[in-house]
């Protein structure tokens, strides 16, 4: 059984950081890319970063720009999201997803909830 499960949101202040972490268990981890994504409330879901199952290749939505940062420890079996300089509009629900190279994501957690008060 696949299982992807995010931790690490919260409530945090304008300005500050936080570090999303996904575990994933029943498949093999290191083969996958990952990817995170984002939805807030009466919004669609907005694509956020993705890494290769090498690490070698990182993408980013075009609402990201350099304020955060995805990586992956395939000894963990676990991506990361690090996002800096935190704003209210990043308030949602942030989910991390698995996919093959190529396909769309089949596997997904079940969110993690960021919430930036001004």
């Known amino acids: 059984q696949v299982q992807l499960v995010e931790s690490g949101g919260g409530l945090v202040q304008t300005g500050g950081s936080l570090n999303l972490s996904c575990v994933v268990s029943?498949?093999?981890?290191?083969?996958?890319?990952m990817g995170w994504f984002r939805q807030a409330p009466g919004k669609e879901r907005e694509f956020m970063a993705s890494?290769?199952?090498?690490?070698?290749?990182?993408y980013y939505g075009d609402s990201v720009k350099e304020r955060f940062t995805i990586s992956r420890d395939n000894t963990k079996n676990t991506v990361y999201l690090k996002i800096n300089s935190l704003k209210p509009e990043d308030t949602a629900v942030y989910y991390c997803?698995?996919?093959?190279?190529?396909?769309?994501?089949?596997?997904w957690g079940q969110g993690t909830q960021v919430t930036v008060s001004s």
């Open positions: 997803a698995s996919k093959l190279l190529g396909r769309d994501y089949d596997y």
């Open positions: 029943g498949r093999t981890f290191s083969t996958y890319t």
């Open positions: 890494i290769t199952w090498s690490g070698y290749r990182t």
